[in-house]
């Protein structure tokens, strides 16, 4: 089939201008991010005012020699004055991010959906196009899974990754647009595939979130010390984002486990057979069991402290199945488009 050029010029111009809008938001995030901790300091001195000058009044009222004029206020007007105009610049900051991440979504899908209209198939033909799938896919879950306030101190920590991995897909991973080989001409490529990579995004999402709470259990809510504890400050608890993770753990294991399914079907209309150890195959399905495993740990107390730890692993080995395997190691499923 003819490639339509304009439309794939179209395509890369949408990849670069989302990549300089998420790299907007990032800055944004980051900036967000230091305000938050000057905002927690500010309410945290001002809960320590509170507690002083409650302490105070008790001890008076003991003793029977205080008189309410005696008690000093805890905060002044100027004080909470203060408090609430950076409580409303951190929202105002906040909201522009999301904003931004909006827009970024909206231009990474539109240069999916002309990179398949310019090439007349579905856009999963190549390693870069997958790559564009999966950080796609890891933004929109993102975006969903975080609308809450709470969680926004979580994107500079999601962008990072995602920023990183754009890059590399665009310099180093970039095919021209192409009909796929004659082994991906096959109404399974838009099913099995785009099952996957949703499972991928949940899994990356679920995978940094467990990497967080690991950070937080170490500097807990509150007592937080030296570099690592200034890091995690703006942070959520590590219960909070445990649950984050569990959750989007739950949904990454039957999806997984779905595509894995459906690629055994096409693999046997393919190549005559369901399974046939192949590298790609055997970390995928390596993946899924450290996922299962995660899970169990998760709902399993004397494990649970590990769960993350496997949760993380799980992520590493996801990744490494998309970059490495892809790349380097020779099987049914190198179709990178790198040659």
């Known amino acids: 089939m003819q490639i339509d050029q304009n439309l794939s010029n179209f395509s890369d111009i949408a990849v670069q201008t989302a990549f300089v809008i998420y790299a907007l938001a990032l800055v944004l995030s980051l900036i967000y991010y230091g305000r938050m901790q000057g905002l927690i300091e500010a309410l945290?001195?001002?809960?320590?005012?509170?507690?002083?000058?409650?302490?105070?009044?008790?001890?008076?009222?003991?003793?029977?020699?205080?008189?309410?004029?005696?008690?000093?206020?805890?905060?002044?007007?100027?004080?909470?004055?203060?408090?609430?105009?950076?409580?409303?610049?951190?929202?105002?900051?906040?909201?522009?991010?999301?904003?931004?991440?909006?827009?970024?979504?909206?231009?990474?899908?539109?240069?999916?959906?002309?990179?398949?209209?310019?090439?007349?198939?579905?856009?999963?033909?190549?390693?870069?196009?997958?790559?564009?799938?999966?950080?796609?896919?890891?933004?929109?879950?993102?975006?969903?899974?975080?609308?809450?306030?709470?969680?926004?101190?979580?994107?500079?920590?999601?962008?990072?990754?995602?920023?990183?991995?754009?890059?590399?897909?665009?310099?180093?991973?970039?095919?021209?647009?192409?009909p796929v080989v004659p082994a991906l001409q096959s109404h399974w490529l838009p099913i099995h595939v785009t099952v996957v990579s949703l499972g991928a995004s949940i899994g990356i999402v679920s995978g940094i979130a467990s990497l967080l709470s690991i950070l937080r259990v170490h500097q807990p809510k509150g007592v937080e010390t030296g570099f690592f504890g200034a890091l995690a400050r703006p942070l959520p608890s590590a219960k909070k984002l445990d649950q984050l993770a569990y959750r989007l753990g739950v949904v990454t294991l039957p999806t997984l486990g779905l595509g894995i399914v459906l690629g055994a079907i096409w693999a046997e209309s393919a190549w005559g057979r369901f399974w046939g150890w192949d590298p790609k195959e055997t970390?995928?399905?390596?993946?899924?069991?450290?996922?299962?495993?995660?899970?169990?740990?998760?709902?399993?107390?004397?494990?649970?402290?590990?769960?993350?730890?496997?949760?993380?692993?799980?992520?590493?080995?996801?990744v490494f199945n998309l970059i490495f395997i892809n790349m380097v190691v020779s099987g049914l499923h190198s179709y990178a488009g790198l040659n």
């Open 44 to 178: 945290r001195s001002r809960s320590d005012a509170v507690a002083q000058q409650r302490e105070y009044a008790a001890v008076g009222a003991r003793g029977g020699d205080a008189v309410l004029g005696d008690v000093p206020p805890a905060t002044t007007a100027a004080e909470d004055a203060d408090v609430a105009k950076k409580e409303h610049n951190v929202d105002k900051l906040g909201g522009m991010m999301q904003m931004l991440m909006w827009l970024g979504i909206a231009l990474h899908l539109a240069a999916i959906v002309l990179r398949g209209l310019a090439t007349g198939r579905f856009p999963f033909g190549n390693l870069y196009e997958y790559v564009l799938m999966v950080t796609a896919g890891v933004m929109v879950v993102a975006t969903l899974a975080m609308q809450r306030k709470e969680w926004r101190t979580l994107w500079p920590w999601l962008l990072t990754p995602i920023l990183a991995l754009m890059f590399y897909g665009s310099t180093k991973l970039y095919a021209e647009s192409a």
């Open 283 to 318: 970390v995928s399905f390596a993946t899924w069991i450290l996922y299962a495993a995660y899970l169990h740990a998760r709902a399993t107390p004397s494990f649970r402290k590990a769960a993350p730890w496997i949760n993380v692993m799980a992520m590493a080995l996801m």
